[in-house]
């Protein structure tokens, strides 16, 4: 969307730039011309009001955070009632089995939910951009889904794969086959989770992609046509590695998000029945990073153990960004 | 609407925002959050189905001098009181305490008045002894009333019974399941006849187990006790139900309202208030349960208490009026209209609960629930009980999955050391 | 929808522009159905959950469990709506929601254009260090900093009110980044030039030139930021403690958990949640549909 947008040098890499390529892909040009000193105070004073919030809001929660993480925090105590414990928290996060249940959860959901999703998105955008007709009623239609609330889309899945009721075990059925215990079988919930992350989010890549598809100049179609490229060929030589930026920035923020997943499973299997005090569903097989953080931040109030499994989710999550940013260099060495 | 989003928008307004045309669209005052000193806006939190809504409402209105604002709270409510109390804002002066989260609440007693200092003395004796004590910290503070009990009890369906050769009529019924042996007998012989399933899954069984137990998890000198033998037997005794294919693995409510509709579950063990689950799940069964007796014994599961905060504006009205919704015909009227089964034993003389009930088929189940409720055993139950019991609960299910149940044994076991640990429990 | 109309130099990236066309004119007609074919599954499966929540919100919830299932809508959508309303105060959540996605968006639109004009096209001593560390901080995830942000609300008093919610939302790095990249290519110089010369300061640059220019950057950035507010939902299930100030997202939660097993009145509730946003996206969309080729469907 926002891509296709007029100035064409911002395209879609320009976001993927923002994040990645930075300062390195554009010279700046300090717009003081004509050697007269432009005032610097208003400057100043232009990003002061975002940088005191920037400052108040994200700067010192970092910090706060890495001291809480080796505190145990009293929460009606406050600060003062609050006690160091070094790295105790820290060596109960590595043996935590929970939480490497946790860990091996929000992978299984971020490889369910990110390349088939991706890929499909990258079908979509190349057939868009191959139409003349109705290129604006597909994007719209395939944009929608990103714009709805999570809790209502999470709520219309959970109706749908309802186990024995469900419009999907009823048309599963219908097909003679049995219907899945989609809400209590382990994989199944993840394929659920996922499934709702490709529904609402790959619309969102096919645009992404479109944008980039259509800042490739004609020229360099022409010229591999007239090498007797078909579109299929034009596609795998020139279209994709042209695309690399904007993949590589879809990969990147669906890693992150993906593997930050908590709405879903929160509001599919966060609250049991009373007997039951586990959350994140049956066998907490939907139970996420963060949805776990969540629980013991504020539901057990343990912040200190709370800041710990942040770091121990930032980490995870580094750890994957780092690995799409090899592969994607390992391609480029090719 | 809201005081927050008017002297919010306000705020707003004053840097200079662009929302001001919706500021016409909030004016329409009413309620009052937490924060007026005046003393007379009372805000009292409960969630769904844990009293009377209309009995909430209409003590509220014979109130005179005080305006209570009742609010239902959705999701997760211990959540919710933990940090409205550790914010220290929007703190409801009256609140509802569940009673597995009893435990952790009386940890930070602090939180909450001694209604000792109000008169709680002096009706003391109304309530069921043990559940009243429940809310009663190691020096002597008060800080809740009992709403209600969960006495456990056998549900079954007649005609399953019938289908299997077993008796029907709910005495002689509870003499064949009056032990764990007979329970899962009988469930064997409707399974055979039936198929159906005659419980919702382990869980329900471990929990029931567990609940017999003086103490679990956590012994009352603070000792770790996550394998113990009373742990262990419980544990056991939910692995039968899968082993002996009497569960129904069923673990989201849908699927349960779908499978007691369908009549592929066919029977519980569970609390008093489970009742209402089953009757709301599946209308359509009505006139086909019966209640009869826990195997081994009643125990408690659940039930709630009534509690004033510190930030309670009116200590005294607020007490007289979570008093008279307790009141014998008050707390009759609630397990009229949501099944809430009273702590109030007075209430157990009156019409609402001795007579039959049309989802029982007539029966009278105050028969089996009252004498359950005075027997109910007196236990110790830890503030880290409930987190240290998630994991077995989480290898349960994984046991009704196809996981090995010794393998699920030790590693709920391990997973709850750590947890134990970091509780500080050695 | 309407033809879009895009202020600013647009030329370069429309489709439309005399540019030669990719494919050749003459190629076959038929292979052009086969993409439509596909796009049109896939139109099908995006579209299909709104059209389901249509049929349960207005159907009864023993009718879409029934087998055969209903599969068009009914005629109960009254009565499951009047059920919503019994259960939470739909209007006041809505309002809430509104007031929090229209004031955060404003607000972020004004200091993120301010600073990312500064950043894109001034050099001032501490720039590199200071976007060196807006970038550092961006890539941390939320949630770092979720227990310190819910503290200082605390120390502020504003747990359980909305300005908890507009607040921390004005410190997302995303805008300044975006509205930077946005700037730095859009806002031509030479006009800034210009105008510095009419005597114009920063601000005046800002609101006459970088501004007008940048109009469909701040576009996005405004329908991002109003989305995001508008469907958050983590951060004011912590904050929003008190059970009368909620917002659309934890009510309709609450719905799901209290009163889950009327599906029908939770579609209900879910489907009243999502049309403002959508009627405000569809509103907002001709500036996202802006390219040429835009121009050939009506």
Not at chain 1, 100 to 120: E, H, K
Not at chain 3, 268 to 287: C, K, T
């Amino acid at each position: 969307m926002t891509l296709t947008a007029p100035s064409g040098a911002a395209g879609p890499g320009a976001a993927a730039a923002s994040a990645g390529r930075g300062r390195k892909n554009r010279l700046i040009r300090p717009a003081r011309t004509g050697g007269s000193q432009q005032r610097l105070g208003p400057v100043y004073l232009a990003i002061t009001p975002f940088f005191a919030l920037f400052g108040v809001f994200v700067l010192v929660p970092v910090v706060f955070s890495i001291w809480l993480s080796f505190q145990k925090y009293s929460v009606l105590g406050g600060i003062g009632g609050s006690e160091f414990v070094g790295l105790r928290n820290f060596e109960f996060l590595v043996q935590d089995a929970t939480f490497r249940r946790a860990i091996v959860n929000s992978l299984l959901i971020w490889v369910l939910g990110t390349f088939p999703m991706l890929a499909m998105a990258l079908v979509v955008a190349a057939m868009i951009n191959s139409v003349t007709k109705l290129k604006s009623f597909y994007r719209l239609a395939y944009f929608l889904p990103n714009v709805t609330s999570i809790v209502a889309v999470t709520l219309f899945f959970g109706a749908l794969f309802s186990e024995q009721f469900g419009l999907i075990n009823q048309a599963l059925a219908g097909l003679g086959l049995s219907g899945v215990p989609w809400l209590t079988d382990p994989w199944a919930m993840k394929v659920v989770v996922a499934t709702l992350i490709t529904w609402q989010w790959c619309g969102y890549n096919a645009i992404l992609y479109l944008a980039g598809m259509q800042a490739i100049p004609g020229e360099v179609y022409e010229a591999a046509a007239l090498d007797g490229a078909g579109p299929v060929r034009q596609f795998w030589s020139v279209t994709l590695p042209l695309l690399r930026p904007v993949i590589l920035f879809t990969t990147v923020i669906s890693t992150i998000t993906t593997l930050q997943t908590f709405t879903e499973p929160q509001v599919l299997f966060g609250s049991n029945t009373a007997v039951n005090p586990n959350s994140g569903g049956p066998g907490q097989g939907a139970l996420t990073m963060v949805l776990y953080f969540y629980q013991q931040a504020f539901n057990n109030n343990d912040y200190g153990y709370g800041a710990a499994i942040a770091m121990g989710v930032f980490a995870v999550v580094l750890v994957f960004v780092v690995i799409n940013f090899r592969l994607a260099r390992t391609g480029d060495d090719r | 609407m809201s005081l927050s989003r008017r002297s919010f928008l306000l705020t707003a307004g004053l840097l200079g925002a662009a929302g001001s045309s919706v500021l016409t669209a909030c004016g329409s005052g009413g309620a009052t959050g937490a924060g007026d000193g005046d003393g007379k806006d009372l805000a009292f939190w409960y969630w769904s189905g844990a009293i009377s809504d209309t009995v909430v409402k209409d003590v509220a209105a014979a109130q005179t001098g005080i305006t209570i604002t009742p609010s239902i709270i959705g999701g997760d409510f211990k959540q919710k009181l933990t940090t409205t109390l550790s914010a220290g804002q929007s703190v409801p002066d009256i609140t509802g305490v569940k009673g597995e989260d009893m435990p952790s609440f009386l940890t930070q007693s602090e939180a909450f008045l001694d209604l000792n200092d109000l008169g709680a003395k002096d009706i003391a004796s109304s309530f069921s002894a043990a559940k009243y004590a429940a809310a009663t910290t190691k020096d002597g503070k008060q800080i809740g009333l009992p709403i209600d009990l969960g006495p456990t009890a056998t549900y079954y369906r007649e005609d399953s019974f019938a289908a299997a050769g077993l008796p029907t009529d709910p005495t002689a019924a509870g003499e064949a399941v009056a032990t764990w042996d007979g329970w899962f007998d009988a469930a064997k012989k409707v399974k055979a006849a039936t198929g159906a399933a005659s419980v919702r899954n382990t869980t329900d069984i471990f929990a029931v187990a567990l609940a017999q137990q003086p103490s679990t998890f956590v012994t009352e000198d603070g000792a770790w006790g996550g394998e113990s033998d009373a742990v262990k037997k419980s544990w056991d005794l939910a692995v039968q139900a899968h082993t002996d294919g009497v569960s129904g693995a069923v673990f989201d409510g849908t699927g349960y309202n779908q499978a007691l509709a369908a009549g592929t579950i066919v029977g519980h063990v569970g609390p008093a208030w489970f009742g209402l689950d089953i009757a709301s799940g599946a209308p359509d069964t009505s006139g086909k349960w019966r209640v009869t007796q826990c195997p081994d014994g009643p125990a408690n599961i659940g039930g709630s208490f009534l509690t004033l905060t510190t930030a309670c504006r009116n200590p005294q009205a607020s007490f007289e009026y979570i008093k008279t919704l307790l009141s014998a015909d008050n707390a009759a009227k609630s397990f009229t209209d949501a099944s809430v089964f009273p702590a109030t034993l007075a209430a157990y003389d009156l019409p609402a609960l001795t007579a039959g009930q049309d989802f029982y088929g007539g029966q009278a189940t105050i028969e089996v629930f009252g004498p359950a409720a005075q027997a109910l055993p007196t236990v110790y139950d830890d503030a880290n009980n409930a987190a240290i019991a998630a994991p077995y609960y989480t290898e349960l299910s994984n046991v009704e999955g196809g996981k090995d149940a010794t393998t699920a044994w030790n590693d709920a076991v391990s997973a709850a050391k750590q947890i134990a640990q970091r509780a500080g429990v050695q | 929808m309407a033809a879009p109309t895009l202020p600013g130099p647009e030329a370069a990236a429309g489709a439309a522009a005399p540019a030669p066309k990719r494919r050749p004119s003459g190629a076959a007609r038929r292979r052009s159905l086969l993409p439509h074919l596909v796009l049109w599954v896939g139109v099908l499966a995006a579209l299909f959950p709104f059209y389901w929540s249509v049929v349960m919100a207005t159907n009864t919830t023993r009718d879409i469990f029934s087998t055969p299932p209903k599969l068009v809508p009914g005629t109960h959508l009254l009565e499951n709506i009047s059920n919503v309303f019994a259960r939470i105060d739909f209007f006041g959540a809505l309002a809430n929601t509104a007031v929090v996605a229209v004031v955060t968006t404003a607000l972020v639109l004004t200091l993120d254009s301010l600073a990312a004009f500064a950043f894109a096209k001034f050099e001032f001593p501490g720039r590199r260090v200071l976007f060196g560390l807006l970038l550092l901080l961006f890539m941390l995830p939320a949630q770092l900093s979720l227990i310190p942000q819910f503290l200082i609300m605390r120390e502020l008093g504003w747990i359980g009110q909305l300005q908890a919610l507009v607040v921390p939302a004005l410190a997302n790095a995303f805008g300044v980044f975006w509205m930077r990249q946005y700037m730095s290519t859009s806002v031509p110089d030479e006009v800034l030039d210009a105008s510095r010369l009419d005597g114009c300061g920063f601000f005046r640059q800002w609101w006459h030139v970088a501004v007008p220019t940048a109009r469909p950057g701040l576009a996005f950035l405004a329908i991002y930021t109003f989305v995001a507010s508008w469907n958050d939902y983590v951060w004011p299930l912590i904050v929003l403690v008190n059970p009368q100030v909620q917002t659309l997202q934890t009510s309709l939660a609450q719905l799901n958990v209290s009163f889950g097993t009327d599906y029908s009145m939770v579609m209900a509730g879910a489907l009243m949640a999502i049309i403002p946003i959508m009627v405000a996206f569809l509103f907002l969309s001709r500036w996202f549909v802006a390219d040429g080729t835009a121009g050939a469907v009506k």
